[in-house]
DNA sequence: GTCTATAAGTGGATAGAC
DNA sequence: GTCTATCCACTTATAGAC
């Protein structure tokens, strides 16, 4: 019937708990309130999914579905820094960006403490991948002789990439607000843009003159 | 009658309290489950506390009166980095493992979304002194030209800090296990005291040769 | 697939005896 | 200050009619 407006009733079900955990946190949201915004009876939420755990579950699936298909529209396959940084640095924007991706970010943050799928999929799907990520390149770097040799690369990953993990905590954790949140992702992407520019000023600096800005040229070769 | 035991009913209440929100939130406790372990009627909670609230906003008083005591014992008055790191690591480590403490500070971390006086004392009682902290010091360093001038302390304070406050959100919401905990706060501090190495190293090195512990000798004056 | 009705339990909180 | 007894709103979930 009201299948007209472009979603079944399944998917309205997940929005709408979407929208409400992502404001007051899995605990305090039930199966009634989510019934009465969809503007359909409890029972029928049943049709649907087994219990509000699947309802949880679902969302969190969902997450990874789309998490996968923006990872996939992007390709970083450079070693310039220059490009790389912007590259990774847009990679970021767009996933914090995207409207349905950006509350169920919250709901994962702010349910690490009692959900063990939200914690696997912070720890394993996001960290995890970016230490990877950042240690390949660093990696590259130190073979390139950007990167003095005595440093190990994991742990530049780890010196680079904390700084951007914590920015992610204090979006979902500190400053939340559903209605300002564009200028916070303004706000974190300026923050994150400062402290590229200094970390590979610093790492670019040793043993060199005042050529700060050498990691920022095109590769010689 | 019973308060041979040392502690009165209100403290014993609220110690409880603390244990099962910290391990389990504060939706998911109930006064019921409090009175059970406490070995009182739920009534009698109503005799010390007004509600389930006001049991919150106790622990998080206690928190603040707890963390000021420690902050009294320690003194951090010098300016020569060596001590003044360690000093500092000092009072990181003492406040983690205070055992009144470490489980109000996992509360503190997990009900950051939806309790305004965790969230008020994280910002305000803890990471804006930090970076206050820190601010002062590396503008310290740059009087006495042992930091370029062009870089800001409050952006210096930020790139070092940031580090700490991922560690602090690593430890409570990522790995905290009650059982585990002192083994990870021997992670964390050794994981802490390699970002100070590295950092200092880092800032040190600027317009200097290879003498990369600059920073960790006395002071020349 | 949707509804009404209802089960069966848990939640915070209060009244009043002792 | 502690207890028993009770209130009632709210919780997840199921049964069965349409």
Not at 16 to 35: C, M, P, Q, T
Not at 104 to 119: P, T
Not at 166 to 178: A, R
Request: net charge positive; hydrophobic share 40%.
């Amino acid at each position: 019937m009201s299948e007209v407006k472009g979603k079944g009733t399944k998917e309205r079900i997940r929005d709408v708990a979407i929208d409400l955990i992502s404001e007051k946190g899995y605990n305090a949201v039930s199966i009634r309130e989510i019934a009465r915004q969809v503007d359909i009876a409890e029972s029928s939420i049943y049709n649907h999914y087994k219990g509000k755990e699947n309802i949880m579950d679902s969302i969190i699936e969902y997450l990874k579905e789309e998490s996968k298909n923006i990872l996939n529209e992007i390709s970083i396959n450079t070693f310039d820094p220059k490009i790389l940084v912007k590259d990774a640095s847009n990679f970021m924007v767009k996933i914090l960006e995207a409207t349905n991706i950006k509350k169920i970010l919250r709901i994962v943050c702010i349910e690490l403490y009692q959900n063990e799928k939200c914690l696997d999929f912070f720890k394993n799907q996001y960290v995890e991948p970016s230490y990877m990520f950042w240690t390949e390149i660093f990696k590259k770097m130190i073979e390139n002789g950007r990167i003095m040799k005595k440093y190990d690369p994991g742990m530049l990953a780890r010196e680079f990439y904390n700084y951007n993990l914590f920015l992610i905590f204090k979006l979902y954790l500190l400053d939340y607000n559903e209605a300002t949140y564009d200028s916070l992702i303004k706000e974190l992407t300026n923050d994150f843009s400062s402290h590229v520019q200094f970390f590979f000023e610093m790492i670019s600096m040793q043993g060199k003159k005042k050529n700060s800005r050498s990691f920022f040229k095109k590769t010689p070769k």
